[in-house]
Structure formats: structure tokens, C-alpha cells
């Protein structure tokens, strides 16, 4: 899928106009996962074509001095990762020192720009836009965020500059995609797998690398692994923004089948490691946690225990993950995180035939059937798996308006217990029979 950014300096209305694209498609997430999300980034679609939308600025928290520090850095990240960029400004504030700034690193860029002018809200406004010319820009695109309006022909541009997605562009093999936070030891990971020093392994952040997928064989099983710690090249890069980690992941988990989120144990499952958790549940992919340099954890017997109840606490509600604990320095478990992949690889693939699923699942309903709504007794009568490539069940009811998440819950914890849906999200929709 395309991936487009928004760019600009604070207070222009990037996250309004993030908020808008994004909205219709949200409600319709949230209702089936109930869970908190990150708020900048999110799927948006028009005129059919379905694309990544990342608000950059989102991820600034401080005082504008701070943005001003990173401008440069989220514009040329924008740059490497986004298929085409949304440069948003202000017509209330006019042409400011930093759009000029901003503008100067688009221009070098051969990636689509779009100048933006937002909050032309009015007639008036339209005339002011004018002096944004001197940005440089062949075209601008005059828009409200707040009321919508010019949002039209920008998106139809828009679409029209983001690639084809060819579905079979990658090789068929299944991709794992190494995840997490500089520094969590998802090179070292790799490194051992492949016993062998093609990557560089080494403390300073963004040491110069490239992207590389490794084709690896293991327990007679063929796949891809994609390292996004390669993809890690500009030095002086403060990765440590919540920011670096989401957007250099983006893409990589989009193009996988099974996320392999590593996570520095001595450190925590904190909220930059959660963003990237539910970026992998939102696009519906397995995960597998590996909790790495255990080696330097002091444990006791109830260690293990302590550290997976914690993780999966900060995983709720999909708490279905495998959790590893491994070092990548001892190579203690690491063939252990890689079957167990393949596992979660294997569970998202898994199909269910309706029979079994209908013999299975029907007398569990019976047993316990949805509460009564309005007084009106709401009858599930038949399920089905869908042919997506992620598991998606339809079960079939005379008012399926009435069945409430709780109720979803309960049939996806019987399908986890039923049948082992281990790492992998599940979606349940309710359909009218
Ligand atoms: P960001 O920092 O770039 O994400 O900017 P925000 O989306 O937070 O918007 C900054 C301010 O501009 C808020 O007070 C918005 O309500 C306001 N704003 C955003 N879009 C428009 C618009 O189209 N017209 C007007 N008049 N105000 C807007
Ligand atoms: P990346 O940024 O996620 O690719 O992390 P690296 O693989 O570059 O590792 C960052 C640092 O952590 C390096 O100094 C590694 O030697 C160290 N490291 C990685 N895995 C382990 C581990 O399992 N145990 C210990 N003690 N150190 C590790």
C-alpha cells in the first residue's frame, strides 16, 4: 500500500486535515477492535485507491523550538519512506521562515510534493493564497481542513501519482519483518540467525546500512526475513523519537505476513513498542514478541512469569501472543522466536472448514446464546470463514444490529480456544440472514 505523509510546521492543520481522510475508515476500525490506536497514522481511500496516511507532526511532542531541531529530519525521513508528501501551510500566517526551509528540502526530493495551503476558508482567503508561489511549487492546492472544502481535487491528484499496488510484485515466500525500537537488538537478532556478519553490529545509532531481506531456511520452511534496522542509514538520526521507530516500520509490517516485534527487556514494553504492537494488529498481521537480552534480566522462577504477565497486560485486549524470551548476544532461543513465527505464519494461513467450524461453534452459542436486546432474542444461525488472507468469520443472525462487542469477544475467545488462532488478530462480522 502508498504511504503518504504530512508534513509542515506546527499549528497549520495537519492533524485536522489527518483527521478528516481518516475519520470515515476509524469509525468503522474502532467499532471492530475497540482498542486504543495510535492517532497519527491511519488508513484513508478515494476514489477506490487505498493509501497509508502518516501525520508526521503528530509525533512532536514540546514547544515548536523542539520541531524547529527536527524539521529537516521528519522531512527527509518523509522523504525516504512516504510515496508522496502533503506539505501543509498556513494562508493565515502567510509564507513563514520555516515553510521556506521546508519547502528548499521538498525541492530536492523526486518524490511527489503537494503544497497545501490550509484554513482558506473563505473568498477572501483564496487571494492570499497567491503569495505561496514562492515556494517554488508549480501548483498549490487551496483547502479547508475545517470545512473540507478543495480537499476533492487534491486527493484526486493525490491518487493519481501513487504506484499501482501490485499484489504479486514480492515473491511468494512469507515475509517475517523484524520490528522494534533502535537499539532493541534486531540486528544482533538476525546476525545470529544468519551466523554470519553481513550486517554490522553496533552501539552507535544509525550506522550507515541498507535494507536488506534475507532469504532464510529453516525446519524445512522458506521465507523472507525483512530487517528494517537496515533501512537505518542517516547518522545523527535521534531515533529515539517515537516518531523514527513507527515510520521506518510502517511500510516493512504493510508488506509482511508475520511481525517479529523485538523489544529490549531491560528497558520495558513501553509505549513506542505499543504503537508498533498495534500497527501490526491494525493491519491485521500475526506478531510474535520477543522479549531479547534476557541474558542481562536477574532472574528468579517467577521472572518469566512477572515479565509475560506484564507484556500482555500492555497488549490488551490481543493478548493471544507468543511471547519469547531470548538473547540475540547468547543466541539463547533464537531458532525458538524464528519456529515460532513460522507457527504464527501458519495459524494466519489456517483455513477452517464450515462444517467443523458450524459442529464446533454452533452448540457453544447455544450454550451460551447473545443476551436478549430490547427484548427481542437475536439467533446466530450459521458461520463461515471468509477467503481473506487473515482470519475473518461472518456468522449469520436475524438482527445482527443487536449483537454488542462483548458478545464479539466471547466468540473470538472461542475461536482462540477452539482452534489456535495463536499471534494472529481475528475479525468477526455479523451479517444478516
Ligand atoms: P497541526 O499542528 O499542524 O496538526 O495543526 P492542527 O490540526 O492541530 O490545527 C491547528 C489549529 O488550526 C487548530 O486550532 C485548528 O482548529 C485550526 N485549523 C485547522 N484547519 C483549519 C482550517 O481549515 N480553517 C481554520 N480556520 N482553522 C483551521
Ligand atoms: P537494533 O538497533 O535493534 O538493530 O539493535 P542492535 O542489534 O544494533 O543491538 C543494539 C545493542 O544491543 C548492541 O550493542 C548489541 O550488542 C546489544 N544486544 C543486542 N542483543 C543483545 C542481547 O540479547 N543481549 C545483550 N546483552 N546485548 C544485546
Given at each position: 500500500?502508498?504511504?503518504?505523509?504530512?508534513?509542515?510546521?506546527?499549528?497549520?492543520g495537519k492533524?485536522?486535515?489527518?483527521?478528516?481522510?481518516?475519520?470515515?475508515?476509524?469509525?468503522?476500525?474502532?467499532?471492530?477492535?475497540?482498542?486504543?490506536?495510535?492517532?497519527h497514522?491511519?488508513?484513508?481511500?478515494?476514489?477506490?485507491?487505498?493509501?497509508?496516511?502518516?501525520?508526521t507532526?503528530?509525533?512532536?511532542v514540546?514547544?515548536?523550538?523542539?520541531?524547529?531541531?527536527?524539521?529537516?529530519?521528519?522531512?527527509?525521513?518523509?522523504?525516504?519512506?512516504?510515496?508522496?508528501?502533503?506539505f501543509?501551510?498556513?494562508?493565515?500566517?502567510?509564507?513563514?521562515?520555516?515553510?521556506?526551509?521546508?519547502?528548499?528540502?521538498?525541492?530536492?526530493?523526486?518524490?511527489?510534493?503537494?503544497?497545501?495551503v490550509n484554513?482558506?476558508?473563505?473568498?477572501?482567503?483564496?487571494?492570499?493564497?497567491?503569495?505561496f508561489?514562492?515556494?517554488?511549487?508549480?501548483?498549490?492546492?487551496?483547502?479547508?481542513?475545517?470545512?473540507?472544502?478543495?480537499?476533492?481535487?487534491?486527493?484526486?491528484?493525490?491518487?493519481?501519482?501513487?504506484?499501482?499496488?501490485?499484489?504479486?510484485e514480492?515473491?511468494?515466500?512469507?515475509?517475517f519483518?523484524?520490528?522494534?525500537?533502535p537499539?532493541?537488538?534486531?540486528?544482533?537478532?538476525?546476525?545470529?540467525?544468519?551466523?554470519?556478519?553481513?550486517?554490522?553490529?553496533?552501539?552507535?545509532?544509525?550506522?550507515?546500512?541498507?535494507?536488506?531481506?534475507?532469504?532464510?531456511?529453516?525446519?524445512?520452511?522458506?521465507?523472507?526475513?525483512?530487517?528494517?534496522?537496515?533501512?537505518?542509514?542517516?547518522?545523527?538520526?535521534?531515533?529515539?523519537?517515537?516518531?523514527?521507530?513507527?515510520?521506518?516500520s510502517?511500510?516493512?509490517?504493510e508488506?509482511?505476513?508475520?511481525?517479529?516485534?523485538?523489544?529490549?527487556?531491560?528497558r520495558?514494553?513501553?509505549g513506542?513498542?505499543?504503537?508498533?504492537?498495534?500497527?501490526?494488529?491494525?493491519?491485521n498481521k500475526?506478531?510474535?514478541?520477543?522479549?531479547?537480552?534476557?541474558?542481562?534480566?536477574?532472574?528468579?522462577?517467577?521472572?518469566?512469569?512477572?515479565?509475560?504477565?506484564y507484556?500482555?497486560?500492555?497488549?490488551e485486549?490481543?493478548?493471544?501472543?507468543?511471547?519469547?524470551?531470548?538473547?540475540?548476544?547468547?543466541?539463547?532461543?533464537?531458532?525458538?522466536?524464528i519456529?515460532?513465527?513460522?507457527?504464527?505464519?501458519k495459524?494466519?494461513?489456517?483455513?477452517?472448514?464450515?462444517?467443523?467450524?458450524n459442529?464446533?461453534?454452533?452448540?457453544?452459542?447455544?450454550?451460551?446464546?447473545?443476551?436478549?436486546y430490547?427484548?427481542?432474542?437475536?439467533?446466530?444461525?450459521?458461520?463461515?470463514?471468509?477467503?481473506?488472507?487473515?482470519?475473518?468469520?461472518a456468522?449469520?443472525?436475524?438482527?445482527?444490529?443487536?449483537?454488542?462487542?462483548?458478545?464479539?469477544?466471547?466468540?473470538?475467545?472461542?475461536?482462540?480456544?477452539?482452534?489456535d488462532?495463536?499471534?494472529?488478530?481475528?475479525?468477526?462480522?455479523?451479517?444478516?440472514?
Open positions: 500500500m502508498s504511504i503518504v505523509a504530512i508534513v509542515g510546521r506546527p499549528n497549520v492533524s485536522t486535515f489527518f483527521n478528516r481522510l481518516i475519520q470515515r475508515r476509524e469509525a468503522i476500525v474502532d467499532s471492530v477492535s475497540g482498542v486504543t490506536r495510535d492517532r497514522y491511519g488508513k484513508s481511500d478515494w476514489n477506490g485507491k487505498e493509501f497509508s496516511l502518516i501525520d507532526g503528530g509525533y512532536v514540546g514547544s515548536d523550538d523542539i520541531f524547529e531541531e527536527e524539521i529537516d529530519r521528519q522531512v527527509e525521513l518523509a522523504i525516504d519512506e512516504a510515496d508522496a508528501i502533503l501543509m501551510v498556513d494562508v493565515e500566517n502567510g509564507v513563514t521562515g520555516m515553510d521556506e526551509e521546508v519547502a528548499q528540502l521538498l525541492r530536492r526530493s523526486k518524490k511527489p510534493v503537494f503544497l497545501v484554513k482558506v476558508d473563505a473568498a477572501n482567503r483564496v487571494h492570499d493564497a497567491v503569495e508561489y514562492s515556494l517554488g511549487f508549480e501548483k498549490y492546492y487551496p483547502i479547508s481542513s475545517i470545512n473540507g472544502s478543495g480537499s476533492g481535487d487534491l486527493l484526486d491528484d493525490l491518487v493519481q501519482v501513487l504506484p499501482e499496488t501490485q499484489e504479486d514480492e515473491s511468494d515466500l512469507p515475509r519483518a523484524v520490528v522494534g525500537r537499539n532493541a537488538g534486531k540486528s544482533s537478532f538476525i546476525n545470529a540467525l544468519i551466523g554470519e556478519e553481513r550486517f554490522v553490529v553496533t552501539d552507535i545509532a544509525g550506522t550507515t546500512r541498507d535494507s536488506i531481506d534475507t532469504k532464510y531456511n529453516r525446519f524445512g520452511f522458506e521465507f523472507n526475513l525483512v530487517d528494517t534496522a537496515g533501512i537505518r542509514r542517516k547518522s545523527k538520526v535521534k531515533e529515539d523519537l517515537e516518531f523514527y521507530s513507527v515510520m521506518r510502517v511500510r516493512a509490517i508488506h509482511c505476513d508475520v511481525v517479529i516485534l523485538v523489544f529490549d527487556a531491560t520495558g514494553f513501553d513506542q513498542v505499543q504503537n508498533i504492537f498495534w500497527l501490526a494488529h491494525r493491519n500475526g506478531v510474535v514478541i520477543l522479549a531479547n537480552k534476557w541474558d542481562l534480566v536477574e532472574k528468579d522462577h517467577k521472572t518469566t512469569k512477572e515479565m509475560e504477565a507484556v500482555k497486560k500492555q497488549c485486549p490481543f493478548t493471544d501472543v507468543p511471547i519469547v524470551f531470548m538473547s540475540a548476544l547468547t543466541k539463547q532461543r533464537i531458532y525458538k522466536a519456529e515460532t513465527a513460522v507457527d504464527v505464519y495459524n494466519r494461513s489456517k483455513r477452517i472448514k464450515t462444517s467443523k467450524l459442529d464446533t461453534m454452533l452448540p457453544l452459542i447455544e450454550a451460551t446464546p447473545p443476551p436478549a430490547k427484548g427481542k432474542y437475536v439467533k446466530i444461525k450459521f458461520c463461515t470463514q471468509l477467503p481473506t488472507p487473515y482470519p475473518c468469520f456468522f449469520f443472525c436475524n438482527l445482527p444490529q443487536y449483537l454488542k462487542d462483548p458478545y464479539k469477544r466471547f466468540l473470538e475467545n472461542q475461536l482462540r480456544n477452539q482452534f488462532f495463536n499471534g494472529v488478530p481475528i475479525t468477526i462480522y455479523f451479517r444478516k440472514k
